[in-house]
């Protein structure tokens, strides 16, 4: 079995959209018959955007899984010889059988064309919408721009969808007038159920002058449909592609009048964990807001979601949907009240190494190594790590011990008046050695230079390094934050059903008289 994934192009004029359905013939009712006649297999693709009746595409994603023996990459050429001349697979490849075109993280780009003359041309007529009223190009711009970065687009999705969350990011949103075409080109991570036709039927109210460009911000905030302009014909748009994210973003700041989030996601990979922080959000959009970031952060990968919700509204037992909050440790600023309690003669010999281009690679595997159980440890980048070495203000050492062998790192920054230990992270093997101590002296050392207080933050769970820290000479003096952890309930559920199926097979049948005897 193997997983085959398709990119597509298609006129629309002549079908009921993509998804099947009783009324008519669609884009999948087309491929699925192609597949059949070429595999000799029932097939049924899974789209990744289903485009309504009349609407155009350039680069849809398609996948279905065959035994067929033909090379997924030659699939293209076979089907295409099967399809009208209005379907055409532009490539074909060959996917993991894991891999789900609605499951991923992508953008999303249309384009939809407006011919605004006083005229129409027929040659364009299926695939623009002729509008004959003057449009003023520039003013329809100026109210996309609102329309920028994460928003609930209620206000410009069909009331006949059903779905709950309408909340989306556009990554760009231009309009260029070349002769009478005015082409406006749109992506985003996704797209409610017409919501790019309202758009575009708002933006021609403001091109003609019914709407002021201002008034897009109070269509936003209204979240009401009946507040924006109408649905523009399907037929000037066409989805261009969809293009899925290498990687995920280390981390994700949203920041608007409703909210202001931090989602870091550079722990998802190595260790399952995503670390959400909430410094503002308004109360009535809290719940969902909180629910889709635990929704997208499992389905990125984490097992577990942390959340950090500064205006304090997380307490234990607190629910959204299936994801239930449990405490699970604060943070808490320390300073070092009086002279280090240890002198250099006191604690074991180390050597620090300033962290280099040559020995980046070893500081990121001490580092993952060291933090690998430690709660809300830290995971960096070689991108962070350059961004540390080109700040004047800032270090991080690569330890070793008298024999020259690695055994951990650490990091400080002078910020705010305050020199920082930003991090001291030691290998499983050596800790407890008294090596925590040397570090510590290390960097009083380095924040003489500097003559500022030195700081550093501490979990409550990280019970050795509050130790160290307190016996140090370190006092709190102010808590920062709590932190409660929750996991997908259904997931979990769905994981221990699976596991209890295979353990039930995997179980040795016993027969009557085996056991009776024993």
């Known amino acids: 079995m193997k997983r085959v994934k398709l990119v597509l192009a298609y006129d629309g004029t002549n079908y009921c959209g993509w998804q099947m359905q009783p009324n008519g013939i669609t884009v999948e009712e087309v491929l699925n018959k192609a597949l059949k006649e070429l595999l000799h297999e029932e097939i049924q693709v899974i789209g990744a955007s289903r485009t309504d009746s009349g609407v155009h595409a350039l680069g849809n994603v398609a996948v279905f899984d065959t035994e067929s023996r033909i090379p997924a990459e030659k699939m293209c050429f076979a089907l295409n010889q099967r399809l009208p001349m209005d379907i055409v697979v532009q490539s074909s490849c060959e996917v993991p059988l894991t891999w789900h075109p609605r499951k991923c993280n992508t953008i999303k780009t249309y384009e939809y064309r407006i011919l605004n003359r006083k005229l ?8 623009s919408y002729f509008f004959y009223m003057p449009l003023d190009v520039e003013k329809m711009q100026e109210a996309a721009d609102y329309l920028i970065g994460e928003h609930d687009f209620k206000s410009f999705c069909s009331i006949r969808t059903q779905i709950e969350d309408t909340v989306r990011t556009i990554t760009g949103l231009t309009l260029k007038k070349d ?53 523009a014909p399907a037929h000037g748009l066409t989805l261009v592609s969809i293009i899925e994210e290498e990687e995920l973003k280390k981390e994700i700041h949203v920041e608007n009048k409703y909210m202001d989030y931090i989602v870091v996601q550079r722990e998802i990979m190595p260790k399952q964990k995503a670390y959400i922080i909430i410094n503002r959000c308004v109360n009535e959009d809290f719940k ?79 580092q993952h190594q060291a933090f690998a159980d430690v709660p809300n440890g830290a995971s960096y980048s070689k991108k962070e790590l350059i961004e540390i070495m080109d700040n004047p203000m800032a270090g991080a050492w690569l330890i070793s011990d008298e024999k020259d062998s690695l055994i951990g790192v650490a990091e400080w920054e002078v910020k705010d008046t305050e020199f920082r230990i930003a991090m001291i992270g030691l290998l499983p093997k050596v800790q407890g050695q008294g090596y925590g101590k040397s570090i510590l002296v290390a960097m009083s050392e380095q924040a003489k230079q500097y003559e500022l207080p030195i700081t550093l933050l501490v979990t ?34 769905k994981e221990e059903i699976e596991q209890y199926i295979v353990d039930q097979k995997s179980e040795k049948p016993v027969s009557s008289t085996e056991g009776f005897w024993n």
């Open 288 to 366: 969902r807001t909180i629910l889709r970031l635990s929704k997208q952060a499992v389905r990125n990968g984490a097992k577990t979601v942390h959340i950090c919700d500064r205006e304090g509204r997380l307490c234990e037992g607190y629910t959204a949907d299936y994801f239930t909050f449990r405490f699970d440790t604060s943070v808490y600023k320390m300073l070092l009240r009086r002279s280090l309690a240890w002198s250099k003669k006191e604690v074991p010999p180390i050597h620090f190494s300033e962290l280099t281009d040559k020995n980046s690679l070893d500081f990121l595997q001490i």
């Open 460 to 493: 409550s769970k990280n019970d050795r390094a509050c130790m160290l820290y307190e016996m140090a000479g370190f006092v709190s003096t102010e808590k920062v934050s709590d932190w409660y952890v929750t996991e997908d309930e259904l997931k979990q559920k």
């Open 179 to 231: 002769g009478d075409m005015i082409t406006l080109r749109i992506s985003g991570n996704g797209f409610l159920y017409n919501m790019v036709r309202i758009i575009v039927g708002t933006l021609i109210k403001v091109g003609t002058g019914y709407y002021p460009p201002s008034h897009m911000e109070q269509i936003l905030d209204a979240r009401n449909r009946n507040q924006a302009g109408p649905k």
């Open 120 to 127: 129409p041309d027929p040659t364009v007529r299926l695939n």
